[in-house]
């Protein structure tokens, strides 16, 4: 019966034909000329059909197995394609993750995630969307992107998460602005310096807005919605800027420098998320793994910037 053919009887079948007889067959394959008859002999009874003529002198297809030949070995082939597929994914060499991130997080973390994340995996593909905090939970809920990471999770029952890390708010400035020569900037003294700040419903303003009653004597003079955008206009003489480790320059930038905002100290914590319940694949678990050790780096990166930049300015 065909239903009792099984995958063992068609692969010794095609090497059989591959090698020109069930001696070489039986040798390639570790098998007893015997058992290697006896397969071919069960395939032919459950097809009810002769796939092979023997003779004394020599074996070859019959019309039927000639037939039945290239597509056995299509199916074989597309089967082990298959099967390496899925050891690939179960080994993390291919796959697809997206994550969701506020946009300070894609500014700072994930370069330096992805680029470890590349050397260790090259064959698993990245999507990384810079999108604000509650299309982040949405995107999640939703199951369009495997992980995201946000501040303030909140008690959403279909979420979970582990926090990252936490970050300090300093204000970002030019090196040759006056709040330059301080160790540390007031809230209201940056108010008054003339602030350019992140826009309303972004994760950064939040925190902000948490933390600060108001932001002093008058509005903001401009607001943006990422980042690299008010460090271009510090940059540019505009404004200064509050914004947490994760967005402030490098100690080396040339132009920029940071200066502990207090009065109060306000903090962001950061947290790595995923829906409850979803089964991450091999490649997603192996990319929070990699977020996870990328969030070490950076505190640590942090400590000596701050020690690097109110020391050696």
């Known amino acids: 019966m065909i239903d009792q053919i099984d995958l063992k009887q068609l692969r010794v079948f095609v090497r059989v034909v591959e090698t020109g007889s069930f001696s070489a067959a039986a040798r390639s394959l570790g098998m007893s000329q015997s058992a290697v008859s006896q397969l071919v002999r069960q395939l032919e009874d459950g097809l009810r059909v002769r796939l092979l003529d023997r003779t004394t002198r020599r074996l070859q297809l019959s019309k039927v197995g000639a037939d039945f030949m290239p597509g056995i070995q299509r199916l074989l082939a597309d089967l082990d394609r298959q099967l390496q597929d899925l050891r690939d994914l179960r080994e993390h060499r291919r796959g697809h993750v997206t994550v969701a991130c506020v946009p300070s997080v894609a500014l700072r973390l994930m370069p330096r995630v992805l680029a470890a994340f590349q050397r260790e995996h090259p064959m698993v593909a990245v999507t990384l969307k810079e999108i604000s905090r509650h299309q982040i939970f949405a995107a999640l809920r939703g199951g369009d992107v495997d992980l995201g ?165």
């Open 149 to 313: 990471i946000a501040n303030v999770p909140g008690d959403d029952p279909e979420l979970d998460a582990s926090r990252l890390l936490v970050d300090n708010f300093a204000l970002v400035m030019r090196r040759d602005h006056p709040l330059a020569a301080r160790d540390a900037v007031s809230w209201a003294e940056a108010s008054k310096a003339g602030l350019v700040v992140m826009a309303s419903g972004t994760g950064i303003r939040l925190e902000i807005e948490r933390g600060v009653a108001d932001l002093g004597q008058g509005m903001p003079i401009h607001e943006a919605e990422h980042p690299a955008t008010l460090l271009a206009l510090v940059e540019a003489g505009v404004g200064v800027a509050p914004l947490p480790s994760l967005a402030w320059p490098e100690a080396s930038h040339p132009v920029l420098t940071w200066r502990k905002l207090v009065e109060p100290v306000i903090e962001r914590e950061l947290y790595l998320i995923w829906r409850i319940g979803r089964d991450l694949s091999p490649a997603a678990r192996a990319l929070q793994r990699g977020i996870l050790s990328g969030a070490q780096e950076i505190r640590e990166r942090t400590v000596s910037m701050t020690v690097t930049d109110n020391i050696g300015r």
